[in-house]
Every structure is written in C-alpha cells, then in structure tokens.
C-alpha cells in the first residue's frame, strides 16, 4: 500500500511501550485457540483475556515496558495513517447520507490491555469497543496469522484487519449492532449465531467498500493479502485447523468463502446500499 507522506490519524494510542500488565503465561495451543475464535470479534469487545487466565489456573505475569524500535515506530505510523484513511472514506460516506461520522481511537498495546468492555490479553485479537468506542490491537497478532494459519501477511492484511474493526464502529453509529442484540433475545443460539455471522460480514463489507474508496493507494498484491487473511480467519477453516471438525451451526464470523466475497462485494460497488448480510436471515 502507498502511504508515505499522506495524513496520519491523531486518534492513535500508542501503549506499546508501556508496562503491559498482567498477561497470561503459557498461552500455546489454549491461546491461539481463543485468539482465532475470536478474531474480529468487535460486535461485542468480550473479555478473552480473562477467560484465557482462567483457563490457565490464573498464572499471570507483568510484562516489563519496552523501548519501540525502528521497525515498531515504522508500524505505528504506518496504522496512523490507515486510521487517517478510514476517518476520511467514513466522513465522507456519512456526510453523502445526511449522518455525521464520528472518529474512533485506536490503541496498540503489547500482551494485555483494560477497555470499557473489560480486560483483555493479546490472545483476544483484535477487537473493537462500542463502550469506549475504540479498537483494540496487538500488532503481534499478525506473526500469528501467517506463521500459523498460512495467511500471506504483509501491510494490507493490517490494513484489511483495521478497515474490518472500524466497520463495526461504523455499524455502532448506524445502530446496526444494537439492532441486532435486540434480534438475537429470544433466539435459539444457532439463530442468534447467524446475526452474528451477518454483522461480521458487513463488517468484511465495508471493508471492501474502504478498499474501494482508496484503490488510488494500492499495490499490486495487496487485495491478495486481504483476501488470504480474511480466507485464514473463517469459522470452517479455524475449526478444520483446530479441530478437524467443522460445525456450522456454532459459526459467528462467517466461513472463508463467506468473508472473501462480502469483502470484495464492497471493493467493487463501493456503494454501502449493497451490504445486507442480514437479508436472508430475516
């Protein structure tokens, strides 16, 4: 992605370099688990982290502070100047429909973080928090993603990931996630599950239409790049990956080929009128 020189987001928290907090010991297998289930989870900004402690008998550590180098402060301006992008695609678009787009924050942190929506340790992925309004991010996720689950990684899956959680920010300001908690009450948890899938894959949705609105920065590959970490992070192939099962009835993001199409439908319309994903659940 081309982004050298254009406007960078003054909504960045930077907490890299601070004291980390506690984070839970010997993640392995449990962590990585939890981390892919979750991955995208911004509807909801669920407390993992704690769940993982738990999980691993409360064995916590405190991360020490560490000084950023070189590659990280590269890192950080690099998300601060996605986040411009997203601020201006999204001012943009509310504007055309008559809405005022309110920015978000972002916050990168190392091993573990306290938000609105509770605790959470980097084993959470990356999320967003309708009760602070932010996203949340452990740029280590990333390593993971690729070493792991053969996403092909590079600038764009990052740039993939922040357009996909500001989506759900998007869809906190038009009152889409609230309408949806209202629509799952009631529901079977199969039922409830499918709204779920529907509001992950707007999210993928609006991505795309991000994407489309600033194809004048992008490099040959980086659609590629998206497309292979949205593919690495559906509910079959995490499943298949974990499991060697697959079972549809417990998905909540979406299967690979469900989050590759809405996320190009979005690139190639560019027009925030065709991401229903609820339409057919309803």
Same mark, same amino acid.
């Given at each position: 992605?081309?982004? @050298?020189?254009?406007?960078?987001?003054?909504?960045?928290?930077?907490?890299?370099?601070?004291?980390? =907090?506690?984070?839970?010991?010997?993640?392995?297998?449990?962590?990585?688990?939890?981390?892919? @289930?979750?991955?995208?989870?911004?509807?909801?900004?669920?407390?993992?982290?704690?769940?993982?402690?738990?999980?691993?008998? =409360?064995?916590?550590?405190?991360?020490?502070?560490?000084?950023?180098?070189?590659?990280?402060?590269?890192?950080?301006?690099?998300?601060?100047?996605?986040?411009?992008?997203?601020?201006?695609?999204?001012?943009?678009?509310?504007?055309?429909?008559?809405?005022?787009?309110?920015?978000?924050?972002?916050?990168?942190?190392?091993?573990?973080?306290?938000?609105? +929506?509770?605790?959470?340790?980097?084993?959470?992925?990356?999320?967003? +928090?309708?009760?602070?309004?932010?996203?949340?991010?452990?740029?280590?996720?990333?390593?993971?993603?690729?070493?792991?689950? =053969?996403?092909?990684?590079?600038?764009?899956?990052?740039?993939y990931v922040i357009a996909h959680e500001i =989506?759900?920010?998007?869809?906190?300001?038009?009152?889409?996630?609230?309408?949806?908690?209202?629509?799952?009450?009631?529901?079977?948890?199969?039922?409830?599950?499918?709204?779920?899938?529907?509001?992950?894959?707007?999210?993928?949705?609006?991505?795309?239409?991000?994407?489309?609105?600033?194809?004048?920065?992008?490099?040959?590959? /980086?659609?590629?790049?998206?497309?292979?970490?949205?593919?690495?992070?559906?509910?079959?192939?995490?499943?298949?990956?974990?499991?060697?099962?697959?079972?549809?009835?417990?998905?909540?993001?979406?299967?690979?080929?469900?989050?590759?199409?809405?996320?190009?439908?979005?690139?190639?319309?560019? /027009?925030?009128?065709?991401?229903?994903?609820?339409?057919?659940?309803?």
């Open positions: 992605m081309k982004w @050298l020189g254009s406007r960078q987001s003054d909504n960045v928290e930077d907490r890299r370099g601070m004291s980390g =907090g506690k984070v839970a010991v010997g993640g392995g297998v449990i962590g990585i688990i939890i981390l892919l @289930l979750n991955v995208f989870g911004g509807e909801t900004g669920q407390t993992v982290g704690n769940v993982l402690e738990q999980m691993q008998g =409360g064995q916590t550590q405190t991360e020490a502070a560490a000084p950023l180098s070189k590659a990280d402060e590269e890192m950080g301006d690099f998300v601060r100047t996605v986040l411009a992008k997203t601020e201006d695609t999204w001012s943009k678009i509310f504007t055309e429909n008559g809405m005022t787009y309110k920015n978000p924050k972002l916050v990168l942190f190392r091993g573990a973080v306290n938000t609105a +929506c509770g605790g959470a340790s980097s084993a959470s992925g990356p999320f967003y +928090c309708p009760g602070d309004q932010k996203v949340y991010m452990d740029l280590a996720f990333f390593d993971e993603l690729k070493s792991k689950f =053969g996403a092909k990684g590079g600038d764009f899956a990052i740039a =989506g759900h920010h998007v869809q906190t300001l038009m009152g889409t996630s609230a309408k949806m908690h209202e629509e799952q009450e009631g529901k079977s948890e199969a039922e409830a599950n499918k709204l779920s899938v529907a509001l992950e894959l707007q999210a993928d949705f609006y991505a795309g239409v991000w994407a489309h609105d600033n194809e004048q920065y992008l490099e040959s590959g /980086d659609i590629e790049e998206a497309l292979s970490a949205a593919n690495a992070v559906g509910d079959d192939a995490i499943q298949s990956k974990m499991s060697g099962q697959v079972v549809p009835d417990s998905f909540t993001h979406g299967t690979s080929e469900q989050r590759m199409y809405w996320f190009k439908k979005g690139f190639k319309t560019g /027009d925030i009128k065709q991401g229903d994903t609820f339409a057919k659940i309803r």
